[in-house]
């Protein structure tokens, strides 16, 4: 079993930055696709980035157009964490951020239906 741990939610002023973590623990599988998204209140999860990584090949990255100059995704093997660095945030940017992680480690996938094991939920605020 999957666990998926989020940190470094809260509250930053706009232009400023803040980071996001994502512990995994429990995964046996070396090559996998993790993506993060995004929920405001009343609206369904949106892909932000998502990561996949093939053990003999190394890594990809993709990030949703709305962040693509902005935030970065990046993987550390050795600490079983994937992080979303969110630079010049906006208001728009203030959700709940989740972490996730896919049995279909061939892709990076923006479709929420192919992620299986998800985070709680980290709320980064965003202030004017």
């Known amino acids: 079993q999957v666990s998926l741990k989020e940190s470094g939610g809260g509250l930053v002023q706009a232009g400023g930055s803040l980071t996001l973590s994502c512990l995994v623990s429990?995964?046996?599988?070396?090559?996998?696709?993790m993506g993060w998204f995004r929920r405001a209140p009343g609206k369904e999860r949106e892909f932000v980035s998502g990561v996949m990584w093939n053990a003999g090949n190394g890594g990809n990255t993709a990030l949703t157009d709305s962040v693509k100059d902005r935030f970065v995704i990046s993987i550390d093997n050795a600490k079983n964490t994937v992080n979303l660095q969110m630079n010049h945030m906006k208001l728009d940017d203030a959700e709940v951020y989740y972490c996730?992680?896919?049995?279909?480690?061939?892709?990076?996938?923006?479709?929420?239906?192919?992620?299986?094991?998800w985070g709680q939920g980290t709320q980064v605020t965003v202030s004017s």
């Open positions: 429990g995964r046996t599988y070396s090559n996998y696709a």
């Open positions: 996730t992680d896919s049995l279909y480690p061939h892709l990076i996938h923006s479709d929420v239906s192919r992620y299986t094991y």
